[in-house]
């Protein structure tokens, strides 16, 4: 695997390094030794599943409330998807900014995403299936969310949402 810092710290991207033959290709998708010698100490507790049948389907912009945290490793396994991580540490000196990029199952890339920093994604093309892989047990009751086009940050999203959740799409501003 190969490990490049974004513009916030935290936030790295992860490709693979396949290895290919006339069968297609095998690659390591996680390893928590790889991980760890990069830096990033990761150890999946849980993984879910984001599936969406629709393209320009918006999710976000999520992160859960100290201290239930999470530490999410995304990546798309069908399907493609424009991705988007936003830090809303406090004190950060990238507090506010945010970063992207698309996520494909042809490239198998994924996003590293620490706690603190919002994840939201919106679908590029139709069935699109978005795995999660966790840090930590997800604690009910401790989302938070901020919304997707909030002028506070100014997000430039390749396409307006075709679907989004009432809850998502109901953030007040961000203070």
Not at 164 to 173: T, W
């Amino acid at each position: 695997m190969r490990f490049s810092p974004t513009g916030i710290a935290g936030v790295v991207v992860v490709d693979i390094e396949p290895v290919s033959d006339a069968r297609g290709l095998f690659a390591r998708l996680h390893c928590p030794d790889e991980f760890a010698a990069a830096g990033h100490p990761f150890v999946p507790a849980q993984t879910s599943l984001s599936r969406n049948p629709a393209a320009f389907t918006l999710r976000g912009m999520h992160y859960q409330a100290p201290p239930h945290g999470e530490t999410k490793l995304v990546r798309v396994v069908r399907g493609r998807a424009f991705d988007v991580a936003l830090d809303l540490r406090p004190g950060s000196p990238t507090h506010r900014r945010w970063v992207s990029l698309e996520l494909s199952a042809e490239t198998g890339r994924a996003v590293l995403i620490p706690e603190g920093v919002a994840h939201g994604f919106i679908t590029l093309e139709p069935d699109t299936d978005v795995v999660y892989q966790i840090a930590t047990k997800h604690e009910p009751g401790h989302g938070l969310g901020v919304r997707w086009n909030d002028p506070a940050f100014a997000i430039a999203w390749p396409a307006e949402p075709k679907i989004i959740s009432p809850r998502d799409a109901a953030y007040p501003d961000y203070r």
